[in-house]
């Protein structure tokens, strides 16, 4: 991996900071629930093993959970996540001069590729959970309206967290 993993656990305790103290606190209307601790699975680095990405997403949503009184939600959301990101890396391509010191961030994949890479797995992330929370298939119409519109609040936040706070490489 690139980049040193006091870096990593540095972004996973801030983005788990920030989803338990501002984010969930905030009222968005009852239909927008913005995960932006979801983040931390996207930006880590191509190379990272399959197992290693499961128990830190596991870690990730188990800690979401501890502090949001979630029964398993967020980690079963995440796992979920976390299992599709290989196969969605691959259907949305990653670019064939990747030689393993690229990650997938706005400054080295681009934004189109990171805005369609981020848009799929907030969505699976999103439906997942809203799945997991109602449990009952005649509220679809009111789930897929809340996973639309925190998928965008979502990505949107995501977007903007990656263009303050990320430096391009040189």
């Known amino acids: 991996m690139n ?24 009222q968005l209307g009852g239909y927008i629930n913005p995960p ?11 190379q990272t093993p399959g197992w290693v990405l499961l128990i830190t997403s596991f870690i990730l949503g188990l800690s979401v959970d501890a502090f949001s009184n979630s029964t398993g939600l967020h980690a079963a959301s995440s796992v979920f996540m976390a299992f599709i990101r290989p196969y969605i890396i691959k259907g ?23 805005l369609v890479y981020s848009g799929i797995l907030i969505f699976m992330h999103q439906l997942a959970y809203g799945i997991l929370e109602s449990f009952y298939l005649r509220e679809a119409g009111i789930i897929l309206l809340r996973v639309l519109l925190s998928t965008v609040a979502t990505l949107v936040i995501v977007v903007l967290i990656e ?8």
Do not use: C
């Open 36 to 46: 932006v601790y979801v983040l931390f699975i996207l930006l880590l680095p191509f």
């Open 92 to 114: 949305v391509g990653a670019p064939a001069e990747y030689e393993g010191h690229l990650d997938p961030g706005i400054h080295d994949m681009g934004t189109n590729w990171f």
């Open 3 to 26: 980049r040193s993993y006091t870096y990593i656990a540095a972004r996973f305790i801030l983005l788990v900071a920030t989803q338990v103290l501002l984010i969930d606190h905030m």
């Open 163 to 170: 263009y303050l706070f990320t430096r391009k490489k040189k």
